[in-house]
């Protein structure tokens, strides 16, 4: 449960009135379409909502669907009627239906619009979904929206006739849902083996000179892809059980980037999931020689091990450490911050850098509660000999409150933005 969050459950009335309000919907959305003579309908699976009451409770269910009901309508607003309906299913559970009354002679609706509508309203909610959670305890993934055609007929049941056309936009959305996942696998697959993944560098700074201490290799995708962002990447490689496969190639095309580029000084770091030091070119003489060939030594590589990771598995994540120490490489424990168990965390690993989470950095300037863990989170940090590497900084106000608590390092768009590493500030 999220810190400060209560658990409220519906009560028996308010599931009665729902139901109601589900019922009365129906029959009007029936009435409509007896004097309209046709309907278009969109079908919205929010199943996401189970895991909002689950970790949250009704109240704030009731929110987040109120909220997918209200973007719903904004991305629709152009195309919505006085006569049409945004409403909840009374068949199935978490799912929104839109309902577009039209003369049967609605041609160009029906056959030009009602079909681009589907893609382009889940792209929207997709866009939005951060209004949609609750918390980062919920993930809210694409969601399926599929559409369907009703033309209504005198010697049919409405009720039927509405029944039918919802469980076919149903299957239209589950179908297009299977399209662009198996669009995703293709293009996640064609990135691993195709070497053609394009890596980004961030400089990371010490906050007191400016000197730059090294660069965070980070996966950037093309605007026009698939992908939404780097992290959508990665959760679609987790879903298609190829997470440890894309890590390698990022991994090596990070390696690759930084051939004979780097100074004496300065260090990659590398993102990197637990399971990675099972690759046999993480084992010591081939890791030995990779390096070499990329003009590197192991004091170069610093491996990024998530905080979250640890939460899954501390075990694998211990394991990970002492291997990769083993080999002579540093290790940071990032996202320290992002969770009540990061300070245990910290303590437990011992790792050489600690990156404290942009929610923390946020803001961080003129947020007292945000500074008393800062300075709780440095304080440890400099209890087990590690520094500090604040992720996120984008003003100058932060970034002279971060000083002022201790933080040692930092990385944020304040102080470079990702790009080649030949074209970012080596100062």
């Known amino acids: 449960m999220a810190s400060g969050s209560i658990l409220t459950p519906p009560s028996a009335e308010a599931e009665l009135g729902h139901e109601r309000q589900a019922r009365a919907d129906i029959d009007l959305a029936l009435r409509r379409l007896s004097e309209h003579g046709a309907v278009g309908i969109l079908t919205i699976d929010a199943g996401f909502l189970a895991a909002v009451e689950r970790h949250h409770g009704h109240t704030a269910y009731r929110r987040s669907t109120s909220a997918l009901v209200d973007l719903t309508r904004k991305s629709l607003e152009a195309h919505l009627m006085p006569s049409d309906m945004v409403i909840e299913s009374d068949s199935r559970v978490d799912e929104l239906l839109v309902l577009f009354f039209r003369p049967r002679s609605s041609l160009r609706f029906f056959v030009d619009v009602l079909p681009t509508l589907p893609k382009a309203l889940s792209q929207f909610l997709t866009a939005q979904r951060h209004r949609l959670g609750h918390s980062d305890l919920v993930d809210v993934p694409a969601p399926c929206v599929g559409h369907a055609l009703v033309l209504h007929s005198p010697a049919a049941q409405l009720r039927r006739e509405l029944a039918i056309g919802i469980e076919r936009a149903r299957d239209d959305g589950d179908l297009f849902a299977r399209l662009e996942r198996q669009k995703r696998r293709h293009e996640l697959t064609r990135m ?224 470079g933005r990702p790009d080649r590493l030949e074209a970012l500030p080596r100062a």
């Open 192 to 415: 691993i083996l195709g070497r053609d993944m394009e890596i980004v560098y961030q400089p990371i700074f010490e906050l007191a000179t400016r000197k730059v201490l090294g660069y965070e290799a980070l996966l950037r995708v093309p605007p026009d892809g698939v992908w939404r962002s780097p992290s959508d990447v990665f959760v679609t490689a987790e879903r298609e059980e190829l997470i440890f496969e894309l890590d390698v190639a990022c991994r090596m095309a990070a390696l690759r980037g930084v051939r004979n580029r780097l100074r004496h000084e300065e260090h990659l770091f590398l993102n990197t999931i637990p399971s990675a030091i099972h690759d046999p070119r993480f084992q010591r003489g081939q890791f030995g020689h990779l390096l070499a060939s990329c003009g590197l030594e192991p004091r170069h590589i610093v491996v990024e091990l998530s905080e979250r990771s640890c939460q899954r598995n501390l075990r694998a994540v211990r394991e990970a450490r002492e291997r990769l120490r083993a080999l002579g490489i540093s290790v940071a424990l990032d996202d320290i911050g992002s969770s009540p168990s990061s300070i245990s965390t910290l303590m437990d690993l011992d790792p050489e850098y600690v990156k404290i989470d942009i929610a923390l950095v946020r803001s961080s300037d003129g947020d007292v509660a945000r500074q008393r863990l800062l300075r709780a989170v440095q304080d440890t940090v400099d209890a087990i000999g590690a520094a500090s590497i604040a992720e996120g900084i984008e003003t100058a106000a932060e970034l002279e409150a971060l000083r002022t608590i201790g933080v040692r390092y930092g990385q944020g768009f304040h102080l």
